[in-house]
Structures are given as C-alpha cells and as structure tokens.
C-alpha cells in the first residue's frame, strides 16, 4: 500500500488518497500548531502525495480553514477539499446546529475561508436532535445543485440515522449522503458491529478519525510508566487518566500492543495507523500531525501491510467492535448523558 493508490470514495467516482489530512491542530491561539507551521505541513503532506485535506468550522473557530484556504489555494484543483458545519462559531448559539438557516450561513463562510468556490465534500460534524434530517438533507441537496458543495456526509451518525438518511433522500428523489466519518482504532472498535456494514451496504465511504485514539497509541501509555505529558489530559477530564479504574482495561491493551508492534518490527503508530487502512470499509484515514515530524511518522506507517496473523494477534489483545469507553464513539446520544432524559 502507498499513498500514490488512490481509493474510491464510497460510489463518488472521486479518488483520494488512502491518508487524509485532518486540521485540527491548526490555526492560532489555542492551536497547538500556528499558521506558518500549519502551511508548511499542508504543503510537505501534498508534496508526499496525500490529495484529501479535511478541516471544520470549529476548528480554531474557522482559523484552520483560513490557514487551509491559504496553504493550497495554488493547487485547488489537485486537493479534495472536505470541511464541516454543526459545532457553534461565536457567543451565539443560534450560530449552530444543522438548521437550514444555519447552514446556508455556514458554508457561504466557509467557502469565503477557504478562498474557493466550491467545498467537495461538507460534513454534519454531529447529529442535530433537535432539526429534522429531512430539512438537512433538503439543505444540502440545495447547495449541490447551487454548486456550492459537490457532495455531503455525516460525522458519528448512529447506524439508525444513517438508515434514515439513506431512506429519507431516496425516498424524497434528493442526493443522499455519500460519506461518515468516524473514529475507527485499534482501540476503538465499535463501529465494526454496525456502522461499517450499513456504510458498505448503501456505498458510503468511510472517513476514519483517531487512528492513535488521542494519543494512547502514540506508545507512552505503557503499564508501570506514569502519565504521560498531554494537553488532552486536563482538556479531557479523566479520559486519559491512567490511575482511573475504567482506563486500566485501555491502559493494558495499548501497552500489549506496543508489544506486539516491537515484536513484529514496527512502532506503535504504524501499527495503528495500518490497522485502520486495513478495514475494507475503510476509505481514507484521517491523520492529525501538530509537526512536520509527526506528519513523517503517519506517511511511514501508509506503507505498512499487516498479515492475517498480526491481525489475529490484535484481535486477543482488542475484542472486535468493542469499545472501552462511551465516550470513544465520538459522541453520546442524549439520553445516555442527560439522566433526566434516560427514562422519559
């Protein structure tokens, strides 16, 4: 495998690179990686062959599609641009949401970040429990045909509203959604019960996030090594904690398979990071470099193969689709997190 094998996303016709770069880290501000840095990592990852750029709105609070704007206006035509709308830019929150109102104000700002004239693929970063999917979809087949969007997906749909999608724009004669993006590693597998087969029924790519699950696969999370330095961990209350009870079943898998990468030759990242390009239901990886060394590292683990037999291995250390925590699907649903909405 290499980047220059360009994959199908899902029943587009539009090839990507097995890698695609994610942006979260760039921007100013809080961002761990600023803009003179940013660009530089954008162009070293064209320059390497990855043609799939993915940002958001809400990443710096539109400062990382301003820094994506800048970094490839000189090669729009080679980038398949991808950026998302959902999460609330500003002190507003009527600045949100899945709304018609709001995304017909939120792509004509991104499309003005980015500097171009299209968004080839724009995402529902998160469902919208309070808009009907039918008024998103109508929404964003309107944007289709006004040219300002080539195609839409989804981000941590649940496999019931990715059905509903599907039903309700064929059912209306509109464009359904092409794309899910959600987080997919070796220690996040949940949505290999469910999601994955309803992706590969319907055509639908899959954009993986979190190959290295916010850095537990990073290989410093080992038994009997202390915590390690993260911005995560005070961000993240608990999540990364490795003295906390329901981390200690994550803490062991991730040192076991630190093991098992040493063993075959390999480090911790390019073990994770094929591990996800494996999945047939997997189309493009998204990768998150904050350096250039770190974008060198992901490029690395892009050539590995895993044989049947490291993949057996994986799955006695992670039981398939199993996640540790909850919260590692990207999301909660209501009614799981809110206790006056579990018995309604």
Excluded: C
């Amino acid at each position: 495998m290499s980047l220059n094998e360009l994959r199908t996303l899902g029943r587009t016709g539009a090839l990507i690179s097995p890698l695609t770069l994610g942006t979260l880290n760039f921007g100013t501000g809080a961002a761990p990686t600023g803009p003179a840095e940013s660009i530089r990592i954008i162009k070293a990852a064209l320059d390497a062959g990855i043609t799939s750029v993915d940002t958001a709105d809400i990443y710096s609070q539109g400062e990382a599609e301003t820094v994506v704007g800048q970094a490839i206006h000189s090669r729009r035509d080679d980038v398949f641009l991808a950026t998302k709308f959902h999460g609330q830019m500003g002190s507003n929150p009527a600045h949100a949401g899945n709304s018609r109102r709001w995304i017909v104000r939120a792509v004509e700002d991104s499309l003005r970040r980015l500097n171009t004239d299209r968004i080839d693929l724009y995402q529902a970063h998160r469902p919208d429990y309070n808009t009907d999917l039918l008024e998103t979809i109508t929404a964003l087949n309107d944007l289709i045909r006004q040219g300002k969007i080539l195609y839409y997906g989804t981000s941590v749909f649940s496999p019931a509203q990715l059905v509903e999608a599907q039903w309700i724009a064929n059912t209306n004669h509109l464009t359904p959604p092409v794309v899910d993006q959600v987080p997919y590693s070796l220690l996040v597998r949940a949505n290999e019960r469910d999601v994955f087969p309803i992706t590969q029924q319907y055509g639908v790519g899959v954009l993986s996030y979190g190959p290295l699950d916010g850095g537990w696969l990073a290989g410093g999370y080992r038994v009997g090594g202390g915590q390690p330095e993260s911005s995560r961990f005070s961000a993240v209350p608990g999540r990364f904690d490795v003295n906390a009870p329901f981390n200690q079943g994550k803490l062991h898998a991730a040192d076991a398979l630190a093991q098992l990468a040493a063993r075959h030759g390999l480090t911790l990242v390019q073990l994770a990071v094929a591990f996800a390009l494996n999945h047939p239901a997997v189309t493009s990886v998204v990768i998150g470099p904050r350096t250039e060394d770190h974008l060198t590292d992901y490029l690395k683990a892009a050539d590995v193969v895993l044989s049947e037999s490291i993949l057996d291995e994986i799955d006695d250390i992670v039981a398939p689709a199993v996640n540790f925590l909850e919260r590692d699907a990207g999301t909660v649903a209501p009614h799981l997190e809110y206790p006056e909405l579990r018995r309604r």
